[in-house]
């Protein structure tokens, strides 16, 4: 059974950062790409960044510069540091992670919530 659980969401004042983890089970995790997508009241699901199997990350251009991906496939976790947080960072965020071969592969956490507000 494929789980993957994030934590580490909360309530913090702008200019403050979250950590948010995930730890994922039952998939062999290396050969996987690694994501986080948040949601938005109202709005559509956006992939904020991105990280390769090979650890190469990617961002959309509004967090750039404030937001750091990282994975450690020891622990079978991925990481998103958060720092100088805009209301607007204000979301549901998930954890994915897919593997494209013949077929897809892919596999979301239940979500967790960060709110940015003073």
């Known amino acids: 059974q494929v789980q993957l659980v994030e934590s580490g969401g909360g309530l913090v004042q702008p200019g403050g950062s979250l950590k948010l983890s995930c730890a994922a089970s039952g998939i062999s995790f290396t050969n996987y790409a690694l994501g986080w997508y948040r949601q938005a009241p109202g709005k559509q699901r956006e992939l904020v960044a991105a990280?390769?199997?090979?650890?190469?990350?990617n961002y959309v251009d509004s967090v750039k510069g404030r937001f750091s991906i990282s994975r450690n496939n020891a622990w079978n976790s991925v990481y998103l540091q958060m720092d100088s947080l805009k209301p607007e960072d204000t979301a549901v965020y998930y954890c994915n992670a897919h593997l494209r071969t013949i077929r897809t592969y892919e596999y979301w956490g239940q979500g967790t919530q960060v709110t940015v507000s003073s």
């Open positions: 990280i390769s199997t090979g650890g190469f990350p």
